[in-house]
């Protein structure tokens, strides 16, 4: 999950200079930004800073983010001919700035034999934001070219399928050592039905090219705890899963034999140590001490989450699991 | 759900001239944006024009709508004092406007003998507005409060859960022929662990004290269809579900002696007739005919909605389910 942010004094100072594209776009700065709470917390990997859009301004759509706002795409996709406008370029010419940044990374984490995890979007999320032209609550405009243009969101799918497949590879080759395909909205917006039919699909093409880049990939998605099993059929090294579903039980229908990457809420994170303590103990308990649980929160760092409360996470799991620091 | 809104022609020339807090507020108004989609579509049911959030006011906060951005409370609840703050006062005294319309509506409706459906919102989700001020991606303030003063929790939940039930009742005796409890976020935001520790036994208390209103209550839930087992559970003569799990997997976890509602996805209703019918079609082939299916949409009616669909809608399912215009 993504590691820096707002919660850090030095991510805030960054920021007050810089906007979030501009650091995502000079890899010294995300290099930098993506080694602080590595520094800072002794985290057991660093995820690349990055963004998960960035890639569809290479398809040809234009992406800022306003503070407070979120993203916005002036030339969102509204129609079948829009989708035929996009083009799928090699991340080689479209993402330089955040493969310089994880060769940076690599090299800097090397002597520590600190692995780092880069990471892309599932085609359904961007597509929900190539259509949304930003975050949706009802997913409207989407599904309406979804159940619409069934044709153009395949087309649309495939071409995302392609780009994110290239750029994870790409990822790979520039030093990433574990790659995570991130679905945010998929679990959250479909029925099961409709996520068989316009999302899973793709996810699957997506995982199976990755199969020959030499990493382990992890499979993460938002609210498909309930269907894990299949989420998890899809393919993946790791089924990375959210916080709604006790950890055992969602490991129990994806496999033993799979490894799985959770799954605190990290509200918890904002809660006195006594609630936060207990949490983590439920997490680790469930995970019972078998091999292939890598501790993480379900989600994203709070902007509002206390510092120490990281640390001491972060301590309190490599003592309870025994890790030497 | 909701079946008045922006979608219609009707109700948009009343709002270019009212807010919907003024709407709400003068029981004529209520009462007649409350029949335009009975006299539109002939629905089965109808459901009284009125919001989840004015009986907060009533309990001491103040709540204003803003076009666009959703509601917003300028004293939200910020620590355990604010919740001691909060009182509890009769429905009859602070929701008078809605049991007026529920007055008129009952009384308009009673020649045609079609039903109405008062609603309130769950201690959860109400709790929730209260914290966070408005709405919220992450509910880190409510979390916060939840995780870090448990005590303050439950005597928020529990001023709820007596506010919510006066009111409800309050509704059953102006004339409303059945209710609806809501909870729109705890399946959302809470792991299952933390729902049955801090959303659960409220709801389940708020239920307990309906039952002897003498008219049925259905209890509905977004986010919940992993483990809607235990949602029935804490009471309800019908279960009202989403649409992000198919319908005879959810009513065979409910137990068939109960009665439900759902589920199709509201953004179908986008679709072109050839998917919506599709879709029409496998919810009704999943209730299969089995006595106690309310069929109905997993949540609100969008305002992107054409109107034909939702005449269209109502039309096939009373074509298909034989039921006498």
């Given at each position: 999950m993504r590691q820096a942010g707002r919660y850090m004094p030095e991510y805030r100072a960054l920021r007050e200079r810089h906007g979030i594209l501009d650091i995502i776009g000079a890899p010294e700065l995300a290099a930098e930004v993506t080694l602080q709470p590595i520094r800072a917390f002794g985290f057991d990997a660093a995820i690349i800073?990055?963004?998960?859009?960035?890639p569809l301004v290479g398809m040809g759509l234009d992406l800022a983010f306003s503070d407070g706002e979120g993203p916005r795409i002036s030339?969102?996709?509204?129609s079948p001919r829009d989708v035929d406008r996009l083009g799928t370029p090699p991340a080689e010419e479209t993402m330089p700035h955040t493969l310089a940044a994880i060769r940076i990374v690599a090299r800097e984490l090397e002597a520590s034999g600190t692995p780092l995890i880069g990471f892309a979007g599932a085609p359904f999320t961007l597509a929900c934001y190539a259509v949304e032209g930003g975050t949706s609550k009802s997913f409207a405009k989407a599904k309406a070219l979804m159940f619409g243009e069934p044709a153009a969101w395949k087309r649309l799918m495939t071409k995302l399928v392609t780009v994110q497949a290239d750029y994870l590879a790409a990822q790979a080759r520039a030093g990433a050592q574990a790659l995570q395909v991130f679905d945010s909205w998929a679990g959250i917006a479909l029925s099961l039905t409709d996520y068989r039919r316009f999302a899973l699909p793709y996810t699957t093409m997506l995982l199976e090219r990755l199969k020959d880049v030499g990493v382990p990939v992890i499979n993460f998605s938002m609210g498909t705890s309930c269907y894990i099993d299949e989420v998890a059929r899809a393919g993946g090294d790791v089924i990375g899963v959210d916080w709604r579903r006790p950890l055992d039980e969602a490991w129990k229908a994806i496999g033993y034999e799979r490894a799985i990457q959770g799954n605190l809420d990290?509200?918890?994170?904002?809660?006195?140590w006594r609630e936060l303590r207990y949490q983590i103990d439920d997490v680790l308990d469930r995970a019972g001490?078998?091999?292939g649980h890598i501790f993480n929160l379900g989600h994203g760092v709070l902007?509002?989450?206390?510092?120490d409360n990281v640390r001491r996470l972060v301590d309190f799991v490599h003592e309870r699991t025994l890790i030497p620091r």
């Open positions: 800073f990055a963004d998960i859009l960035p030339n969102r996709i509204m990290p509200a918890v994170l904002l809660a006195p001490g078998r091999p902007p509002e989450t206390p510092v």
